[in-house]
């Protein structure tokens, strides 16, 4: 069965940095657009990045832009998110998700076929 195995997430302080990685399994990766999603305490799910099959178009939420890089390696079947200059609101639970339309990837969660279980992110100020 398929499965994203996110990791990465953790405690770190105003301006700091995390790296999130999201491993994947039983789907053909270089098939799947991969996108990152957040969700906070009593908030919705939302939007933070996407990347397209073959990493050659990328989408990032307004919040997050240049800030956060989304990048992929198809021989691992990894995406990765790289957060760097790390701010308090940007705490949540980040979920990894993949979506078969490789070329199109999308800010609907509805979506997206499937996901990961979460990592938390937790910035301290």
């Known amino acids: 069965q398929v499965q994203l195995v996110e990791s990465g997430g953790g405690l770190v302080q105003a301006g700091g940095s995390l790296r999130l990685s999201c491993a994947a399994s039983?789907?053909?990766?270089?098939?799947?657009?991969m996108g990152w999603f957040r969700q906070a305490p009593g908030k919705e799910r939302e939007f933070v990045a996407a990347?397209?099959?073959?990493?050659?178009?990328?989408y990032y939420a307004d919040s997050v832009k240049g800030r956060f890089t989304i990048s992929r390696d198809n021989a691992k079947n990894t995406v990765y998110l790289q957060m760097n200059s790390l701010k308090p609101e940007d705490t949540a639970v980040y979920y990894c998700t993949a979506r078969s339309s490789g070329y199109f990837p999308s800010v609907d969660p509805l979506r997206y076929d499937y996901w990961g279980q979460g990592t938390q992110v937790t910035v301290s100020s």
């Open positions: 990347i397209t099959w073959s990493g050659g178009r990328t």
């Open positions: 039983g789907l053909t990766f270089s098939n799947y657009a």
